[in-house]
C-alpha cells in the first residue's frame, strides 16, 4: 500500500478564497506530480518536481503554484479560488521517471 | 499526436462474468504501458506495467496484454466481482527524453451487478 496521503478530502469555499492542498509522501522519493481530473475525463498534468527546490509546470496551465521545500512535502496553493478551478486534484510520486506512480486519495474541490 | 484512446467508455456486466477492455495508443518512440484502477473518489492504483518486450502480465484476475506492433492492449478480468467496480486508466510512457512523459486515457467505467 502507497504511503502518500492528501489533505483535505473535500474542501468547499468561496471564490476568492486561498487554499492549500497538502500532500506527503513517506517513501524517499524524489520525483511528485500533480494532476487535475474532471469527471469522465483523463488526468493532466499541472505541475512536478523531480527534487527538492526544482518546481516545473505540467501541461495543463494552471493558476496554482506549489512549492517543494522538503522531499516529502508538495503543497499546491490557489491564492484566489474561482469556481472554474472545482476539480479533483491528484498528487502522486515515484522513485524514477517514468517510475511507477502512486497516487494519493485525491482532494475534491469545489469553489462556489 | 500522442494519443491514448479507450474502449468501450462503459461497461455494465453481471457478477462472476469476464470482461476485456480495449487500449488503443499512438504513443511512440513507446516506452511503457500501465493499467490503473480507480474507485470513485479515490486515486488511482496500479494494476500492471508492461515494457515494449512484454506481452502478458497478470495480477490475481486481472491480466494485461501488449502488441506493440499494432500498439494494442487489453485488460481482461476474470471472474468479476462488485469490487470491480470501477474506472480502468490506461496510461503509456514515451521515451522521448530521459524523464519520459505520461499519456492517459479517460478510461472504461466498469459496473458488476449483483
Known amino acids: 500500500e502507497a504511503d502518500i496521503y492528501q489533505t483535505p478530502r473535500y474542501l468547499v469555499i468561496g471564490t476568492g478564497k486561498k487554499i492549500t492542498l497538502e500532500c506527503s509522501q513517506t517513501m524517499g522519493h524524489d520525483k511528485m506530480y500533480w494532476y487535475q481530473q474532471d469527471p469522465g475525463m483523463e488526468l493532466h498534468l499541472i505541475h512536478y518536481s523531480y527534487g527538492v527546490n526544482s518546481t516545473e509546470k505540467g501541461d495543463l496551465s494552471s493558476e496554482s503554484t506549489v512549492s517543494r521545500i522538503r522531499t516529502e512535502h508538495f503543497p499546491l496553493t490557489l491564492e484566489s479560488a474561482r469556481p472554474s478551478h472545482t476539480s479533483q486534484y491528484l498528487c502522486a510520486s515515484s522513485d524514477s521517471a517514468p517510475g511507477e506512480l502512486f497516487f494519493g486519495e485525491g482532494s475534491r474541490l469545489t469553489v462556489l | 499526436k500522442n494519443q491514448v484512446e479507450q474502449s468501450p467508455q462503459s461497461l455494465i456486466i453481471l457478477e462472476g462474468k469476464n470482461c476485456t477492455l480495449q487500449?488503443?495508443?499512438?504513443?511512440?518512440?513507446?516506452?511503457?504501458l500501465r493499467w490503473y484502477k480507480q474507485d470513485t473518489g479515490r486515486g488511482p492504483v496500479s494494476l500492471t506495467i508492461m515494457t515494449f518486450s512484454e506481452n502478458t502480465k497478470s495480477n490475481g484476475r486481472y491480466t494485461a496484454t501488449l502488441d506493440a506492433d499494432t500498439k494494442q492492449s487489453s485488460l481482461h478480468i476474470t471472474a468479476s466481482q462488485l469490487s470491480d467496480s470501477a474506472s480502468y486508466i490506461c496510461v503509456v510512457s514515451d521515451r522521448g527524453s530521459t524523464l519520459g512523459r505520461l499519456y492517459f486515457g479517460r478510461g472504461t467505467q466498469l459496473t458488476v451487478w449483483p
Open positions: 487500449c488503443n495508443y499512438t504513443v511512440s518512440p513507446f516506452s511503457n
